[in-house]
């Protein structure tokens, strides 16, 4: 069953502090929401995770919202009354415990691009290009600047991955943002795992790629082969990733 559109639910006079969103159409949404719901529930069971769905993307009436509808959310959810929020690809499953996201004093929390998928814009290339399927902010500000070039920049039309280009020129040295990088310490967080994924082990509780523990997969667009468990994890990785979606 596909879910509603559940922005609608949130009450504007009563703001939460924190929250996780995430945007997609009919098909990715029956697809890919159910596996995110289920795995961030299994180590949050009290996270709010608010899906903004084709009924809210309509109220656009643009063709192009979806490749330039994070930065869209986040300024809302600012407006709304949030503090601090993360913005989610749909087609991710939870691994691990995701708490220390929200820790610290900084203005966005970044994770790393698949290394094996070397891209850039301007002069910011790997390591140092980051990947836009799990954003955190903290800054109203920061939110308002993304918003605004991406819809004001005469060259937006020209970067090629858009939002994730402009949200990396915000992140890099020409501003003074406070930029927190996620999979800095002893975790992975989205596409950095991935050179992991067919060497990946369970210890304990915990999957382990290399010497961190993977916390979040990115599927990152991918479909049949290139999003099955079975074929890109061992079986028992495979195994421990299917009982958290089930």
């Known amino acids: 069953m596909i879910p509603r559109d559940i922005q609608e639910d949130i009450d504007t006079n009563s703001p939460k502090r924190r929250c996780f969103f995430t945007v997609?159409?009919?098909?990715?949404?029956?697809?890919?929401?159910?596996?995110?719901?289920?795995?961030?529930?299994?180590?949050?069971?009290?996270?709010?995770?608010?899906?903004?769905?084709?009924?809210?993307?309509?109220?656009?009436?643009d063709p192009n919202?979806?490749?330039?509808?994070?930065?869209?959310?986040?300024?809302?959810?600012?407006?709304?009354?949030?503090?601090?929020?993360?913005?989610?690809?749909?087609?991710?499953?939870?691994?691990?415990?995701?708490?220390?996201?929200?820790?610290?004093?900084?203005?966005?929390?970044?994770?790393?691009?698949?290394?094996?998928?070397?891209?850039?814009?301007?002069?910011?290339t790997h390591p140092n290009y980051y990947n836009n399927g799990l954003v955190v902010l903290k800054s109203r500000e920061f939110a308002e600047h993304w918003y605004r070039l991406c819809n004001t920049?005469?060259?937006?039309?020209?970067?090629?991955?858009?939002?994730?280009?402009?949200?990396?020129?915000?992140?890099?040295?020409?501003?003074?943002?406070?930029?927190?990088?996620?999979?800095?310490?002893?975790?992975?967080?989205g596409e950095g795992a991935k050179p992991f994924w067919a060497r990946s082990r369970i210890e304990g509780d915990k999957l382990i790629g290399g010497d961190k523990q993977i916390c979040v997969v990115h599927w990152a667009g991918g479909t049949g082969k290139n999003a099955n468990v079975d074929i890109l994890f061992p079986e028992e990785c495979a195994k421990f990733i299917k009982q958290l979606i089930k």
Not at 30 to 58: N, W
Not at 76 to 87: H, S
């Open 153 to 189: 920049h005469p060259l937006y039309e020209h970067y090629r991955y858009g939002e994730q280009d402009i949200l990396n020129i915000l992140c890099s040295t020409y501003h003074n943002y406070k930029i927190k990088r996620l999979d800095d310490g002893d975790k992975l967080y």
């Open 24 to 61: 997609g159409d009919n098909a990715n949404v029956a697809k890919f929401y159910g596996g995110l719901e289920k795995s961030l529930r299994h180590f949050h069971p009290d996270a709010e995770l608010i899906l903004f769905g084709e009924d809210y993307a309509k109220k656009f009436n």
């Open 65 to 124: 919202f979806y490749p330039k509808s994070k930065m869209i959310i986040f300024k809302e959810l600012f407006d709304r009354g949030y503090d601090e929020i993360c913005g989610l690809d749909i087609d991710q499953i939870f691994t691990g415990d995701v708490s220390d996201i929200w820790e610290g004093d900084y203005d966005v929390g970044v994770v790393g691009n698949d290394p094996n998928y070397p891209i850039g814009v301007w002069d910011i």
